[in-house]
């Protein structure tokens, strides 16, 4: 058996075949062609159209079929775009005027084209840029005669693991298919959005693993274990089915429909763990898991199942309706639009614009830089608060207060405008999201301003420490135990309490039990999580006493490494929750076979 060390991220071990799908880096060939290899050469671009548009209807049906028209809508513009007469006839004339060979000739027409866009008004257009790209990559695919078995199909029949160099957040369409088991990529970090989609679609994950794609056999079976961050390889039958058995006992034990209802610690402080979402068809399981409500709807998701472009009002308004059509008797927090950085389809024209997009013109900034899509958004989310009371904003990326009292008045202009209209809009509360370093600082004076705050550890651990959440070669720099890391959620939750307003966790961390009770230690008593995790995440809470993890964080806070921070309280937790995985499931787990040299991570 072949051992490959990765990140572990989402929960659970999976056993299934191994299918490599999705992007590689583009090489694109260039030569010149002789006089008389211009007709093959435009046979092989015919060809290629072709093959797409075969590929992309296939798509477009089995998308439709199984998980409804509105994400078979992408398909329909890409194959808007094969068509484009502009593409082809410019691509045609290079190959014939300039003598390139297709594939030159057409990435030359795509960027091209690409800069024209840029340069267009209409948000909209200029949003067309991710699909072209994805049209663009598929046709250079064909070209370059690499198979797409698999690459389209929603209609796999066996267990799947699917590997891939990267999955970019529009790649959710392939994941969300039952027989995909689990997924490992060679890039990503813990916190990445490939990870934060696993985890939300359950679906155990492996991400960073060096070497994956180079060493996998396709067809063999794979064990997908994220409890250790590992992907195995060549396991034999025994092995196969002692991790399948641990697998369906992990996933029993996440969504047993325990704990519903109120939620108090042994020393009745009580708590709520609500749910984090992307698609509102997640919303149908958050019961059985016993979510307190949705802490957070990350809404660029609908953005990115539209390949990248802009929805309008009525589509905002419809995924809200969706949303809030199960009553959880709690409220459900949507997070306007955070695009940019990393939330970007691979490819995307915008990535090239911003060397730094993380820093870049992403999430508020691109609201208020784009205040057409920006309040088509508002709008649409105050028309469904119109409907049910259930509603609260929220704004992500937020780093100070001139920039946080701008969007208020923003929202606060677009909510008179419906008011003038006549919708009749309830108050809504309007929550600053913590996660960028500064506004944890001044988050004393945010709290004063703010209706609620919410912690984002994803991002606050990024930018607080520099380190790349979705790059896996510094991922073992990413530490939410890290004592800065620690004494801003503290500065956070701390400057809430003072105001008297809710203070949420909607990060990762609050999605791993030793995660949740460090939180609780420092006075979160509001988690929003994963909603895999949540059975999880309350049988934690409903184990532990605030008090005691309020002296034991304080104590451990004392501790100058985030390594020494973190051992510390995990010698307790695992005497707290002894079914914990690493402590009870490590000893009872498949017995240790010989790796062939993992990849070893820094530590
Ligand atoms: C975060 O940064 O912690 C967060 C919840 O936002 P996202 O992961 O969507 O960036
Ligand atoms: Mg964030």
Redesign the pocket.
Known sequence: MITLQGIGSSSGIAVGQALSVGRHELHVPRYRIRAEEIPRELRRFWAARRQAREEIQTLRDNAARKLGSKYAGIFDAHLLILEDRKLGRETVQRVRHRRHNVEWSLAATVNSLLTTLDAVEDPYLRERGGDIVDVHERLQRILAGATNRHAGRLDLTEDTVILAHSLSPSDAIWLNQPRIVGIATEKGGP?SHTA?LAAALGIPAVLGVDRLLETAVEGEAVVVDSQAGAVLLQAGETAQEEFRALGVDLRRRATRAVLRGPLHTTDGVEVQVAA?LEFPEEMAALERVGAQGVG?F?TEFLWLARGGSAPDEDEHLEAYRRLLSIDLQAPVVIRTL?LGGEKLPSGDARREEEPNPVMGLRAVRYCMAHPGIFRAQLRAVFRAAAETNRVWIMV?MISGLEEWRAVRRFVERVRDELAREGVIVPQVPLGCMI?VPSAALVADRLAREADFLSI?????IQYALAVDRGNSRVAYLHDPWHPAVLRLIRMAVDAGRAAGIPVTF???MSSDPLGALTLLGLGVTRFSCTPSQIATVRETVAAASARRWAELVEEASSLPTGREIHDRLDAEASRLLPWRPGGARAAAGPPEVPGSGPVPVPS
């Open positions: 916190t934060i984090n957070l990350r955070d992500p996660e984002g550890s994803n991002d606050l909607c990060g990762e």
